[in-house]
């Protein structure tokens, strides 16, 4: 009975306890109990909560058009529940914390996605380009035992007003477009008019 008690564990269903020692392979335990050999066998735990992930670029980069910007953006990882993904978690972050596996893969795809996509293919598709630096970062991730929850663009910033110009752009394009299409609307309420009042002569 004290044997039993002493090496009875149950792990939370957002914690995967580790146990290993005495087979080659460990055994990974989430949301239920387990007997660990007290003495010939050690417990480790590992976090499966969601992380989240302030990303943001250091310095300026090129996009595929050859403009300046510095992305801002949150992702949300968190520790795989696949048995393979979490083993590799486990040889990666074991007793790590999650300041630490934040700080693993930051920048460096989405600095990869900006230089392919154009200035003005960011701005007016920000999902667009969340998707493909998900799908970018996924394999990386995957290799530490990873996986990637949500990714999603807060702001997009550069130091020309590049991004207001365009939004200017954008304003005066539908003024004149709406002004095209009020001066239309006169024309044809007189030109009816027109018609009407002659039929009556």
């Known amino acids: 009975v004290i044997f039993l008690a002493v090496g009875y564990v149950k792990a939370p269903p957002d914690m995967a306890f580790i146990i290993s020692g005495i087979k080659k392979k460990s055994k990974i335990v989430i949301g239920k109990a387990a ?20 990303v943001k670029t250091s310095n300026a ?5 050859y403009i300046n910007i510095n992305v801002d953006a949150t992702v949300n990882v968190k520790i795989s529940n696949e048995s393979e993904k979490l083993r590799l978690a486990a040889e990666n972050f074991l007793n790590k914390n ?15 996605i900006v230089g392919k996509m154009k200035l003005e293919e960011m701005v007016s598709d920000r999902q667009k380009f969340a998707t493909l630096v998900k799908e970018n970062a996924e394999p990386d991730l ?3 035992g990873l996986d990637i929850i949500s990714f999603n663009v807060q702001n997009f910033v550069d130091g020309n007003e590049v991004i207001e110009n365009l939004g200017i752009d954008n304003i005066v394009k539908i003024k ?7 001066a239309e609307s006169e024309r044809d309420i007189k030109v009816a008019q027109a018609a009407a009042d002659k039929e009556s002569n």
């Open 142 to 144: 995957a290799a530490m």
């Open 61 to 65: 980069v090129p996009t595929a058009d």
């Open 98 to 112: 999650t300041e630490y596996i934040a700080g693993v893969a930051r920048e460096g795809n989405v600095r990869e």
């Open 176 to 182: 004149k477009a709406a002004a095209i299409a009020r």
């Open 35 to 54: 007997i660990r050999i007290p003495f010939f066998e050690r417990l480790d735990k590992l976090n499966l909560r969601l992380i989240p992930i302030d």
